[in-house]
């Protein structure tokens, strides 16, 4: 049974480029590769998929790291979901995620949440569909999955 809802605002209703950052620094660190962007140059990066933001930034000698790097920035969102839930209280398979690309479908299963896609993202609809989520044309189409 959902008792919460989260929404990814990410950059639309909330300015979200710190926390891109901040996850950014953890996985770059982690593997030890020094960030090859300004803070203003990453920003500029935002809406791009994942991995071709890392394949246009990095120096080519890294590439064979863009696989564990994508790996190591998903990871650190789904954190962020879990002590989102942690601090309304709720067990994680009671809230519902709605997002709107293949990365909040992969931090919402990896925290054990419930997800559902508002299917505005046109570069990751087909996986998004491969992996059986729900998919809303107009946010307003969710009042009826809760």
């Keep these: 049974m ?15 480029l710190d ?55 998903r990871r650190y969102f789904m954190e962020q979901l879990v002590r989102a839930a942690e601090k309304l209280g709720e067990k994680p398979q009671n809230y519902l995620v709605v997002g709107d690309s293949i990365f909040d479908v992969l931090a919402a299963e990896r925290a054990c949440m419930l997800i559902v896609v508002v299917g505005n993202n046109p570069y990751q609809i087909a996986q998004i569909r491969e992996k059986g989520v729900k998919i809303v044309k107009n946010i307003t189409e969710i009042l009826d999955l809760l």
């Design 2 to 16: 959902v008792s919460a809802v989260i929404f990814d605002c990410d950059g639309t209703l909330i300015d979200s």
């Design 19 to 73: 926390v891109h950052l901040k996850t950014w620094k953890r996985a770059f660190e982690e593997l030890g590769i020094p960030i090859p962007l300004s803070e203003e140059e990453i920003g500029k990066q935002f809406g791009k998929p994942l991995r071709a933001i890392l394949s246009e930034v990095l120096p080519p000698r890294h590439h064979g790291k863009i696989a564990e790097l994508a790996k190591i920035k």
